[in-house]
Nanobody, 116 residues
């Protein structure tokens, strides 16, 4: 079993920055892909950014050039640096981990609100 715990959400003005962090514990050796999803009110959960153990990244088009994902495989943490935030980035952000066998793990989520 894997537990994912997020931190770093909050309220920020448009154009500002936030950094989200996620720490994994438990059977972390099985995790291959780690990343972030978000879900805005009334919308489906969507991928924001993800990174494999080998460092391959995947970003949603809407956040490219604004968000940066990083990962520490030794500590099994993943972070998301969010710059130039927009009101449409407002959502609950979820940390996600996946194994090569197809198991998915989710954090409880952290709220990011971008508003003046």
């Amino acid at each position: 079993q894997v537990e994912l715990v997020e931190s770093g959400g909050g309220l920020v003005q448009p154009g500002g920055s936030l950094r989200l962090s996620c720490a994994a514990s438990g059977s972390i050796f099985a995790i291959y892909n780690m990343g972030w999803y978000r879900q805005a009110p009334g919308k489906q959960r969507e991928l924001v950014a993800a990174m494999t153990t080998g460092g391959t990244t995947n970003y949603a088009d809407s956040v490219k050039d604004r968000f940066t994902i990083s990962r520490d495989n030794a500590k099994m943490t993943v972070s998301l640096q969010m710059d130039s935030l927009k009101p449409e980035d407002t959502a609950v952000y979820y940390c996600h981990g996946a194994t090569l066998t197809g198991a998915d793990y989710w954090g409880k989520g952290t709220l990011v609100t971008v508003s003046s």
